[in-house]
Antibody
Framework: QVQLQQSGPGLVKPSQTLSLACAVS??????????WNWIRQPAGRGLEWIGR???????DYSPSLKDRVTISLDTSKNQVSLNLTSVTAADTALYFC???????????WGQGTLVTVSS | QPVLTQPPSASGAPGQGVTISCSASNSNIGSTSVNWYQQVPGTAPRLLIY???QRPSGVPDRFSASKSGSSASLAIRGLQSEDEADYYCAIWVGGLGVVFGAGTKLTVL
């Protein structure tokens, strides 16, 4: 059974970089049949796709965030990472990692990490 | 940018059925795969339907979905209290990535 375990700080100061990790168990992040994604959800609002990385190195980012976001893989740790630079209060949200599998859908999801941007 | 429009809310009594719609503004849902996710607020979403009408293992057959033209729909029959959640449709759009609907809050009366 594939499980995604997220970690990272819950509080980030404005203008700093938000960094989250997503440790994968039960599957290899190097497998070419998956991509690894980040999605976020501001409080009381809907889901927003941030971006994805494929083991080939290919990345796709949301046009609205592409100038500030980096998604990377650490195959030695079997984990996926998210970096979002120059954060503001608008980046306060519940952040999820998720696997995109062969049928073209997100499954499973990480448990979510609430990140608050505040001084 | 394509937008997926969902009704903000839906409701039904236990045992009844309910349908949630998902309409695309400037793209044709009929030519792409639609996914549906169920989310209890504060928890991670759960994949409910993939490839427009397929249920992953473990999802009850009370849940079904279809699409036609620029719209898709999720049907839930035999409502149960545990179905009370938010439901999101989603599609992949080239150049934009995954686009989610705004979500529909389902209340089981």
């Amino acid at each position: 059974q594939v499980q995604l375990q997220q970690s990272g700080p819950g509080l980030v100061k404005p203008s700093q970089t938000l960094s989250l990790a997503c440790a994968v168990s039960g599957a290899s992040v190097s497998s070419g049949i998956y991509s690894w994604n980040w999605i976020r959800q501001p409080a009381g609002r809907g889901l927003e796709w941030i971006g994805r990385i494929h083991p080939s190195g290919s990345v796709d980012y949301s046009p609205s965030l592409k100038d500030r976001v980096t998604i990377s893989l650490d195959t030695s740790k079997n984990q996926v990472s998210l970096n979002l630079t120059s954060v503001t209060a608008a980046d306060t949200a519940l952040y999820f990692c998720a696997r995109w599998w062969v049928v073209g859908a997100f499954d499973p999801w990480g448990q979510g990490t609430l990140v608050t941007v505040s001084s | 940018q394509p937008v997926l429009t969902q009704p903000p809310s839906a409701s039904g009594a236990p045992g009844q059925g309910v349908t949630i719609s998902c309409s695309a503004s400037n793209s044709n849902i009929g030519s792409t795969s639609v996914n549906w996710y169920q989310q209890v607020p504060g928890t991670a979403p759960r994949l409910l339907i993939y490839s427009s009408n397929q249920r992953p293992s473990g999802v009850p057959d009370r849940f079904s979905a279809s699409k036609s033209g620029s719209s898709a729909s999720l049907a839930i029959r035999g409502l149960q209290s545990e179905d009370e959640a938010d439901y999101y449709c989603a599609i992949w759009v080239g150049g934009l990535g995954v686009v989610f609907g705004a979500g529909t809050k389902l209340t089981v009366l």
